[in-house]
Antibody
């Protein structure tokens, strides 16, 4: 059974960057799409972008264009999400999730990581 | 981005049927998915491609999608079904519905 294990909680200063990792174990990594979804405290879910490791290119939600970078390392079955120019509104739990159909931006997510809390505070 | 609207809350008695709606422009032309999220936990996919249930999801969960509305139906609702439910289509999520089992 595939599991997605994310890196630990982060506390960052406004204006800095954060990089969160998501390691897949127990299954095939390259042939799926992986997305990042965030959830601010007490709020709903928000898709940020995704990547298919086989192809290497990522697609991003318009809201995050220019500020988010999603990459994947096939050799370690790990996906990464880096968010720059952090502000207090970026305080949220960040999830990685595996897509069922491999269609980035129009996919359903059947496996989720445990989430990584990122706190942005001065 | 694409806007999806859900009711903030739905209440149901144990054993009864709960229906949670999700509205969006021509939503029926897209695939809808539904997620269940309990406090402090990651979301769980309960319905995808409008009507399909992932392995391990009980048969009491079903979905439909037509026109401008997708609906998640939980038959014979149990106390364990109390959670937040989110619809999704394309790259957008609804605002979530808190299901209370009274």
């Amino acid at each position: 059974q595939v599991q997605l294990v994310q890196s630990g909680a982060e506390v960052k200063k406004p204006g800095s960057s954060v990089k969160v990792s998501c390691k897949a174990s127990g299954g095939t990594f390259n042939s799926y799409a992986f997305s990042w979804v965030r959830q601010a405290p007490g709020q709903g879910l928000e898709w940020m972008g995704g990547i298919i490791p086989n192809f290497g290119t990522a697609n991003y939600a318009q809201k995050f264009q220019g500020r988010v970078t999603i990459t994947a390392d096939e050799s370690t079955s790990t996906a990464y999400m880096e968010l720059s120019s952090l502000r207090s509104e970026d305080t949220a739990v960040y999830y990685c999730a595996r897509g069922i159909t491999g269609t980035i931006g129009a996919d359903a997510f059947d496996i989720w990581g445990q989430g990584t809390m990122v706190t942005v505070s001065s | 981005s694409y806007e999806l609207t859900q009711p903030p809350s739905v209440s149901v008695s144990p054993g009864q049927t709960a229906s949670i709606t999700c509205s969006g422009h021509k939503l029926g032309d897209k695939y809808a998915s539904w997620y269940q999220q309990k406090p402090g936990q990651s979301p769980v996919l309960v319905i995808y491609q409008d009507t399909k249930r992932p392995s391990g999801i009980p048969e009491r969960f079903s979905g439909s999608n037509s026109g401008n509305t997708a609906t998640l139906t939980i038959s014979g609702t149990q106390a364990m079904d109390e959670a937040d439910y989110y619809c999704q289509a394309w790259d957008s999520f609804g605002g979530g519905t808190k299901l209370t089992v009274l």
